[in-house]
């Protein structure tokens, strides 16, 4: 199958039935009464190392040891740090085996995570079963297997952030099976074992950054040419949220929850391949909900690479039977759920859009059958309180930027089309409501009800009828403590549109729930909302909604912080248009006495309505009055989410933003008789802060003060007169109206081969027998057969099929009867609506059968076993000769078992089991399973072995690969023990154990057992050794790079033993075992081993380190750079010590601690280091920092290129300090902090540091990129950059070096000549990333033209500086636009860092650091940059553009000065030249004819304006101020507003300086800033990329951050026309 047709959300096909989920007991089992190690709790835990019995590959490389992790992975290697790892998705720069990656904490005993290594055959079994059923070629019996379970375990939670610990746990597994040459993993979620779905970032925390699980796994870094290394592949099985909430509701095992991948093997593996049994699998809906067809909006598919090319083929292609398998692996595709797509590097996944009800399936030829309807997963309830609109979509990368304290967990980026496969009207027109007409749009169809109804065209109801709605109730309400079980009973409502009144009754509330349910009247308010009376300019909620909704409800009471979630689904109007809402209450609520009555004071809720989900919170004030307590007074608070699927094909008015609710009266009541509660609401809807109306002058209709019929509407006319109007579907005078049959009246809408029904206000047609509704939804044509009707013949066609068979049968309209009888046995039993059997309903002829209208009961597990062996043919028919366990009426295990196909029968425990000695053959009566089984005579030794051995499946077939011994009639050993699967053969003793030097190989001649009297040959322990090496391969071969030990000609060990494949020797005792101090490196001479009474000396601390040093990287060579100790022939250290690499020499002492003030540069005269050290002084700060350098690296050493400061005999900094790397000199003050100006590079004469500095005489080279880039950075740290903060590393010739890092961290990669990064090479270890010389070869090809690529379809565009590119960053509104991202301009050499924009005449400005210029380009694609001013520019920085004016402006921070030319550079002249420190930001409001400017003078920063004549200079602010980076203006307010990067404040102030405020306390590191409607954007330096802050809400809105990572410096806005005051 092509990777690029998959889908990225499985779906269920035509011909799947729905599976239930896995549970918590259907895990491998685990825990500590299992033999599991616990791993220490914590939020960043890793295992001791897990030796593995035997290695495994995994891809195809071999490991032998294992780490299980906190954050829910499995790890070849020891982890690093979490911050290195969790936040980032795949590729990792580690072997990692993924079931949920997501920063998970298990401290204070939240959860606990187990782990072993087992050969137990009971899960070497069940593997092997699994991987048989996912694989059916694969020849695999596991020798090992791994089990790690997370049990329970929480996100990572900030206490400080949260007001107590979240209830949301998750439980997950990974079992990874091995044997020789191939491994299998397989990941299992039981169906309550996802809670929630990611995890917030810990650096970003407070603004609810949150990431999505990552699901897959990871080869990670390989080598190439010896030295480098690269990403290696990886295999991603969720890609999203959405992705991860299916891992338990879909899999490609055949059951839901499971998950199998083939990980790994011995030769030719490229990428992980997932299991396919029989296409994806659905889940059964979980409880309260039902399977919705109706909206092709949401349903989201990920395609590959080539699928946009041909529209046509872009859904699943499901391989049928007998087709052939892929070109690649089997089955690698076919699998491939959940954006599942096995991918190398960064290739790039396109995303489309999809119906989500229909999926074509492929038939012979190519051809494309008729769209089927498929089931969608629920509705995602959504969690937004208080509501925020503006709160963001998801980020790229599934990044959640929260603008609340509660997490904001929707998608808005889902609801998103394509023109390709639209759905137009023609093909869907029946999934609109029969009272509504279907619209074509430009990107699908919308549905619109009728004139005289109403709804949201999938659903439409008549005007002004009454409607009902009918549920069940379920949950567990604590009173007191005391858990309250509501099991399904009834609601129902009845709602009077026309005055806004709904009443709601919930039968059989059993006491004294029913008294505490009484304030939580949002059950019943609802149903208020849905049909509340309209004021103008308003709409009732099922205008929005329809019929089909979720309701999320969290209601708290105070005092008593009491709390109950209420859930309640919409699932459609019945065949009757009654409305279906099933409601679920889950929590505590406080005690109410009895007999007390209930009053609610009347209140206001505001609804803010978003795409597909409406939000509102609100507070009533509850008093409680009763005999025994008096008055009592409750505050409740309500927030709600309710989320619906929403047509946006059509671009008409959307809904209001904001309405609000008037809840007028709230009446509640307990009737203790009847166990029924009430509530009875009266409410209107309109608008937000409508002008209140006297009572006297508002209109009978709205205030429902009208005499017309409940099934009337009251239409409002001038002043207080209004008209009563029948209700759709009703006839009348509007006083008095009564219902119109419509059926019977022939005014009906049916047509031919169709039957009327009629409804309260309407009708419905129904197809007859044998037909069905066209995609009209109108027409009834003759229906194909359906799934029941196609399985019954099926059946009834075949031969030699029918005689006790079970034919399934179907109902009028060829679905399958809900209770399904075998002919044959007389066993009945109820079936969902594919044919699926529901657990628990089997009933034995002459019983009654189960009433199949009642809710299901969970299965047993005799239930479980029997359904899946029933059901595990390709047919749906249990496979031939397969053991189907019998379970009894109550779901137990029948006490005597057997399989019918060989006659054999067995006892069995509760479980299960079988009970040893008790299987008899076909030949011999059954054992009697009712009593006790007394054996003839007591087990043998050899009885007990063998029938602890589990030789078959749990389906009674053979098991491979399981040895059981052979006992004779006595129950005694044999004396020759066989192994069936293997053929190996050998003699044992009485007890069973093997007789040494006996075992022989398949097709050789075996040892004569029966000979007691001549002892066997006899083997050595090291010809022991050495045979179990090499036969540890398949193919009898020793393992690559393993050692295999050298023996004599008498079988001993030869007492100088050394490693083939790495050089190293060592002397062994007569054991084997190395002596030790006496191993050596390749190429050392050798210990002398011939003399084994001569105990060598033990190993001192010098020979230990160098050893370490010597065998310290992976493949154990020495590690690249690293400082080696030098030990004399006693093991001690030579007193002066030399790092090889860096030519650096010290003195250190007895313990080789380096003498502080020894250390000497290369080329300089070294210390005596044999002269006594004297006492040492208190360490200065100079000698401080220089040993903190020289201890940097992980050996104890000095960081490769890192700088060490150089001190005087006092300790003291030297005033002149060069970097021995690159070359660079530069001055120093009494702290060692640079003096600005003083920078020389290699070649060019030092700066005196002893006096003020001259002017820097002309350098004989022009400055490079490199180290312009670095000059410019130094500048803006102020000389003073942080440790973990980027500056540029140059070598000796200005070019890059081929490692970049950041400051003194371990996050360094590679880069190109240009300084650009090389992608894959990011390393956050100690040893920095191999990197190739970033200096080109002789003949290169030329660089790219730098034309301009314009963003198509943009009207408002942010264009931002990144180094080397402008980037174009489209905005939707105010929304960022992330992923229509791209490069408006490559400028290969250049540092751009100002950037502006000409409205009128479509061009960008900017400056470029490193060519020192100031540049333009026509956005328009092909356009090429112009060079305005190219000459007398130092440091130009930032760039402003008078539209007006047709000026420009600019600073240039060296020669601290403001100038100004024309827009084509010409009339160029100074503006300011005095009272300028370092100037950074300018902007010009030419409107106004004002310019601004930051001065970050750190003595005095400070604003400053003038005219852009350069006149009525003045200072606007200077206080509380800090580095003042970014400037912009906002035009609605007349502010100027600023961004500083050290007081990390954003504020405003007015031009006179009046009206100061702070918009947002915290940011980052901010460089530049630009300000539109209501938002300000900026670039950080911290995060390295575009943050976006709302100006109202003083709130972080969204973020962009560029696929490369590097500084953003100047940021514009580009529009197709020119705004308000910038012109």
Request: net charge negative; proline share 8%.
């Amino acid at each position: 199958m092509d990777r690029g047709s998959l889908l990225a959300v499985s779906v269920l096909c035509w011909s799947c039935g729905v599976v239930t989920a896995i549970r918590r007991a259907d895990l491998f089992p685990f825990g500590t009464s299992n033999g599991d190690s616990l791993l220490a709790e914590g939020d960043d835990e890793t295992s001791m190392v897990l030796f593995l019995p035997k290695p495994f590959y995994f891809y195809n490389t071999q490991f032998s040891k294992l780490y299980v992790a906190t954050n829910g992975i499995i790890s070849a290697q020891d982890l690093p740090m979490e911050k290195q790892y969790v936040d980032d998705g795949f590729p990792t720069d580690f072997p990692v085996v993924a079931p949920f990656l997501a920063d998970l904490d298990t401290s204070g005993g939240r959860g606990q995570i187990y782990y072993r290594v087992t050969e137990t055959p009971g899960v070497l079994n069940r593997l092997t079963w699994e991987v048989s059923r996912g694989f059916p070629d694969a020849k695999f019996a596991p020798t090992h297997a791994v089990v790690a379970t997370w049990e329970n375990v929480a996100a990572y939670e900030d206490s400080s952030r949260s007001s107590g610990p979240s209830n949301k746990l998750n439980t997950f597994q990974a079992v990874i099976g091995y044997d020789e040459t191939d491994s299998y993993v397989l990941f299992l979620y039981p169906e309550d074992g996802l809670n929630f779905f990611g995890t917030k970032q810990k650096e970003f925390y407070s603004l609810g950054i949150e990431t999505a699980a990552r699901v897959g796994f990871s080869r990670g870094e390989v080598k190439y040419f010896f030295f480098s290394r690269t990403e290696g592949p990886f295999y991603s099985v969720t890609s999203d949220e959405e992705s991860v909430k299916n891992l338990n509701r879909v899999g490609n095992t055949g059951t839901p929850g499971l998950w199998l991948f083939h990980t790994g093997r011995q030769y030719s593996f490229d990428n992980i391949v997932p299991a396919s049994v029989g296409g994806p699998i659905v889940t059964a809906p979980p409880r309260g909900f039902v399977p919705d067809t109706t909206t092709p909006e949401f349903v989201l598919y990920t395609f590959g690479p080539e699928s946009h090319e041909d529209s046509e083929h872009s859904l699943t292609q499901y391989p049928q039977p007998g087709s052939p398998e892929p070109s690649n692996s089997p089955s690698e595709d076919s699998g491939r759920l959940l954006g599942s797509e096995p991918r190398y590097g960064s290739e790039p996944v396109e995303i489309e859009y999809a119906p989500p009800e229909q999926t074509q399936r492929v038939v012979e030829g190519g051809s494309r059958e008729g769209l089927e309807q498929i089931p969608q997963l629920p509705l995602e309830v959504v969690d937004l309180y208080p509501p925020d609109r503006n709160t963001p979509a998801l980020t790229p990368g599934g990044y959640v930027v929260s603008v609340e304290e509660e997490d904001v967990n929707f998608d808005t980026r889902v609801i998103q089309y394509t023109t390709d496969n639209k759905e137009t009207c023609a093909r869907f027109q029946q999934q609109c409501s029969q009272n509504a007409f279907c619209s074509d749009y430009a990107t699908g169809f919308c549905c619109h009800c009728h004139p005289g109804f109403y709804g949201n065209g999938r659903d439409c109801l008549p005007d002004g009828a009454p409607q009902r709605v009918s549920g069940k109730v379920s949950g567990t309400v604590s009173v007191q403590s005391t858990p309250v079980p509501l099991n399904n009973i009834d609601l129902h409502a009845y709602i009077v549109v026309g005055d806004g009144r709904a009443y709601s009754a919930i039968s059989e509330v059993p006491e004294p729930l029913g008294w505490a349910l009484m304030p939580v009247s949002p059950i019943g308010e609802l149903f208020g909302w849905l049909f509340a009376l309209e004021l103008p300019n308003s709409q009732a909620g099922f205008k929005t909604t329809g019929a089909k909704f979720t309701r999320h409800a969290e209601v708290q009471f105070y005092p008593g912080n009491h709390r109950l979630s209420i859930l309640q689904t919409g699932r459609g109007l019945d065949e009757h248009n009654l409305l279906t809402v099933d409601t679920v209450v889950n929590g505590n609520v406080p005690f109410v006495p009895p007999g007390a009555e209930i009053t609610v004071e009347p209140f206001k809720e505001t609804y803010q309505y978003y795409p597909s989900v409406v939000t509102s919170t609100s507070a009533r004030e509850i008093k409680v009055v009763s005999a025994s307590r008096g008055t009592e007074s409750y505050s409740l608070n309500l927030k709600q989410n309710i989320t619906y699927r929403e047509c946006r094909h059509d671009n008409r008015a959307s809904s209001p933003e904001t309405l609000q609710i008037t809840m007028e009266r709230v009446f509640v009541m307990y009737v203790k008789e009847e166990r029924i509660l009430r509530y009875a609401v009266t409410n209107k809807i309109g608008p937000v802060g409508a002008d209140p109306v006297a009572p006297e002058l508002v209109n009978p209709c709205y205030s429902g003060n009208h005499d017309c019929d409940t099934t009337a509407m009251c239409i409002p006319q001038e002043d207080q007169n209004y008209e009563c109007q029948c209700a759709t579907g009703y006839g009348g005078d509007g006083r008095n109206c009564y219902d119109i049959d419509e059926c019977a009246e022939g005014v009906s809408s049916c047509g031919e081969h169709s039957e009327c029904l009629n409804l309260p206000g309407s009708h419905r047609c129904h197809c007859i027998r044998g037909f069905e509704f066209a995609n009209d939804g109108r027409t009834c044509v003759g229906r194909p057969k359906s799934q029941c009707e196609l399985h019954r013949d099926s059946l009834q066609d075949r031969e030699g099929v029918g005689i006790g068979s079970h034919i399934p049968q179907c109902d009028s309209d060829g679905r399958y009867r809900q209770l399904q009888c075998h002919g044959s046995t007389g066993y009945c039993w109820c079936v969902d609506s594919s044919g699926q059997e529901r657990q628990g309903t089997r009933t034995p002829p002459g019983t009654t059968p189960t009433d199949c209208n009642r809710a299901e009961q969970p299965k047993t597990e005799c239930e479980y076993n029997r359904d899946r062996a029933q059901s595990s043919g390709s047919d749906g028919l249990p496979d031939p000769g397969l053991y189907v366990p019998q379970c009894n009426t109550e779901g137990q295990y029948v006490p005597l078992q057997c399989l019918g196909s060989t006659g054999y029968c067995w006892c069995v425990d509760p479980r299960g089991q079988e009970i040893p000695g008790t299987r008899t053959s076909p030949d011999t009566p059954p054992t009697d399973c009712d009593k006790p089984y007394v054996p003839e005579r007591p087990k043998t030794r050899c009885e007990h072995h063998r029938d602890s051995v589990q030789t078959t499946t749990r389906e009674g077939l053979p098991l491979a690969g399981a040895y059981a011994p052979q006992c004779d009639e006595r129950g005694e050993y044999l004396p020759q023990q066989c192994h069936d699967s293997t053929g190996y053969c050998w003699c044992v003793d009485s007890t069973g154990q093997e007789r040494t030097g006996t075992r022989t190989q398949p097709g050789s001649a075996r040892v004569d057992c029966s000979r007691t009297d001549e002892p066997p040959p006899f083997t050595t322990r090291c010809q022991l050794h050495r045979e179990h090496v090499l036969s540890s391969e398949r193919e009898g071969r020793p393992s690559v790079g393993a050692y295999v030990p050298q023996c004599d000609e008498n079988g001993e060990y030869v007492p100088q033993q050394c490693h083939d494949s790495t050089g190293y020797c060592w002397c062994v005792d007569s054991s084997g075992q190395e002596r030790t101090g006496t191993r050596s490196a390749p190429g050392t001479p050798s210990v002398d081993c011939s003399n084994p009474d001569e105990a060598p000396r033990p190993r001192t601390h010098c020979e230990r380190l160098k050893e370490s040093v010597l065998t310290g990287s992976a493949d154990g060579s020495p590690l690249t750079g690293a400082y080696v100790p030098q030990c004399d022939e006693d093991g001690q250290y030579y007193p002066r010590q030399c790092h090889g690499s860096s030519g650096y020499c010290w003195c250190v002492d007895s313990s080789g601690q380096e003498r502080t003030g020894t250390r000497t540069s290369p080329g300089s005269p070294s210390v005596d280091c044999s002269r006594t050290e004297e006492p040492e002084a208190p360490k200065t700060e100079c000698e401080q920092h220089r040993e903190r350098a020289m201890a940097s690296s992980q050996d104890g050493g000095p960081a490769v290129g890192g700088f060490v400061p150089q001190c005087d005999a006092e300790g003291r900094y030297l005033s002149q300090q060069c970097h021995g790397s690159t070359g660079h000199c530069w001055c120093v003050d009494s702290r060692g902090q640079e003096r600005p100006g003083t920078r020389t590079p290699p070649g060019v004469t030092r700066v005196d540091c002893d006096r003020r500095p001259d002017p820097v005489p002309p350098y004989t080279r022009p400055e490079s990129v490199c180290e312009r880039w670095r000059a410019s950075l130094m500048e803006h740290y102020g000389g003073k950059p942080e440790p973990q903060q980027y500056l540029p590393q140059c070598q000796s010739d200005g070019e890059f070096s081929p490692v970049q890092c950041y400051g003194e961290t371990t996050y360094c990669w590679c880069v190109d000549q240009d300084g650009r990064e090389v992608a894959g090479t990011r390393s956050h270890d100690a040893v920095k990333p191999a990197c190739l010389p970033s200096v080109a070869p002789p003949t290169v090809l030329p660089l790219p033209r730098p034309d301009v690529t314009p963003p198509t379809h943009a009207d408002v565009t942010l264009l931002y500086a990144q180094g080397q590119k402008i980037g174009a960053l489209p905005l939707n509104g105010t929304r960022i636009h992330a992923n229509r991202s791209s490069t408006l301009l490559t400028l290969h050499g250049s540092i751009v860092v100002g950037i502006a924009y000409d409205c009128r005449e479509n061009h960008v400005y900017w400056t470029d650091l490193s060519a020192r210029t100031i540049n333009r380009a026509f956005m328009v694609s092909g356009a090429e940059p112009e060079i305005l001013i190219s000459s007398n520019l130092v440091s130009p920085e930032g760039l402003a553009v008078d539209v007006q004016r047709r000026l420009m402006f600019w600073v240039d921070s060296s020669p601290d000065i403001i100038e100004v030319a024309n827009l084509d550079g010409s009339q160029r002249r100074t503006l300011f030249d005095k009272d300028l420190v370092n100037p950074r930001a300018i902007i010009v409001v030419s409107s106004k004819g004002t310019l601004y400017w930051t001065d970050w003078n750190r003595e005095a920063p400070k604003i400053e304006s003038s005219t852009v004549n350069g006149q009525n200079r003045r200072v606007v602010v200077s206080d509380g101020i800090g580095l003042p980076n970014a400037l912009t203006y906002d035009y609605s307010t007349d502010q100027v507003c600023w961004a500083d990067a050290g007081t990390k404040r954003l504020e405003c102030v007015s031009p006179n300086g009046s009206g100061r405020r702070v918009i947002h306390p915290n940011l980052n590191y901010p460089f530049s800033m630009v300000y539109y409607r209501d938002h300000f954007y900026y670039t950080d330096w911290r995060r390295d990329g575009v943050i976006a802050v709302n100006r109202d809400s003083s709130k972080f809105t969204e973020e962009y951050l560029p696929d490369q990572r590097s500084h953003l410096y100047g940021i514009a806005v580009a529009t197709n026309h020119c705004l308000p005051g910038s012109h």
